[in-house]
């Protein structure tokens, strides 16, 4: 199939990349010119793992192209807008512009029979809105709700091999046509197994937000334990491999820590909130103003750990900060802990250098005033305290005892509770974990 995918951003070029790697002939569209010239020569304009190698591939086999020239999406049949929806500013509800933006300046390129896959986090509602803008500017197109459901590091993948396809339409129905034309977008992984799921355009939209707040949840949850636990004496990580093993419950996302960020799980949970006040459900979702507290809550108690752990104040303490990504295998820092972190510690009078493997130019942009170091063991040197706040491979693989001679004084605070505290306290580390006793 011919398709178009409006907006490159980091959903947008890992959908058109691998649709491309599903045999399909895509353009990306995107206003920003610098974008399309570094995607168009195989460069990825963000860390990705996997990416860049795939665009270099399918481009070479001439199925993907990227453009600024919105003209480009006549020649297709289908058109996925992938564009953001950050938070509004001074608000909790999502900023829609730019979803209502690609949508407007795609009608004019849009033909009878079209289907536009809107694949953007909206809140409710927003889907019948925009197909009601769409037939009326073309009445034989449709307009379906297909969510993604990406994690950031494992992106490609994520859309090549998804554990679920959900699909939006009008009436709820396998009998729609656009869901026939999905299916054959998609039939590479339906064939290996994916299940799919069809609802109808407010339950779609729901899926990515309610899946979301679950997670989040599950999350502060684990994170509202650890500050118990600090207060008994017990811990955290055998509290949460004790209840995961509850089938009910799981294991994954009970990892106590300095909680979540990025661009999704926080904004994505207050305009769920936003939305349910303006549906008139908001007590149905009061909850979750606990959950973001609660995660809130971490940053600034990983503060007070720090300076405990210094024993004297933070006043001229060396602090070196182990990670800026808000997660490992990412340069995303929007809504970072590591970084939130970082920059509280500096303003009460610390001295904190910032290293990360990929994340020290977007972090630099962010964070101007801490000072950033790309050499981890140069970062380390003569530190009063290390705090390992996003969990890359090569920060738990540490050594301890050689990192004992490096450092000023060896006092480590664990975020992520991934590090072996028996290991680092026999290489004479102070250890404190979050939670952990």
Known sequence: MR???IGCGYLGAVHAACMAKLGHEVVGIDLDERKIRELSAGRAPFFEPELEELLLDVQGTGRLKFSSDISEA???SVHFICVGTPQKKGENAADLRFVDAAVNSLLPHISAHDVVVGKSTVPVGTAARLAEVVTNHEPEAHLVWNP????EGHAVSDTLHPDRFVYGVADGSED??????LDSLYAVPL???TPRLVADLPTAE???TAANSFLATKISFINAMAELCEAAGADVTRLADAIGLDDRIGRKFLQAGIGFGGGCLPKDIRAFMARAGELGADQAL????EVDAINMRRRTRVVELTRELCGDGLLGKRITVLGAAFKPESDDVRDSPALSIA??????GAVVTVTDPKAIDNAAKRFPELQYDHDTESALANAHAVLLLTEWKEYRDLDPHYLRNIVSSPRVLDGRNVLDAAKWRAAGWHYRGLGRP
Request: charged content about 20%; glycine content about 4%.
């Open 74 to 76: 006549s020649d297709a």
């Open 176 to 181: 729609h046509p656009a869901v026939a034309i």
């Open 343 to 348: 920059a509280q510690l500096q303003l009460q």
């Open 206 to 208: 729901l899926v990515k």
């Open 191 to 193: 064939s290996e197994g």
């Open 148 to 151: 993604e459901f990406l994690r």
């Open 3 to 5: 398709i178009s995918v």
């Open 286 to 289: 009061t909850f979750l103003r």
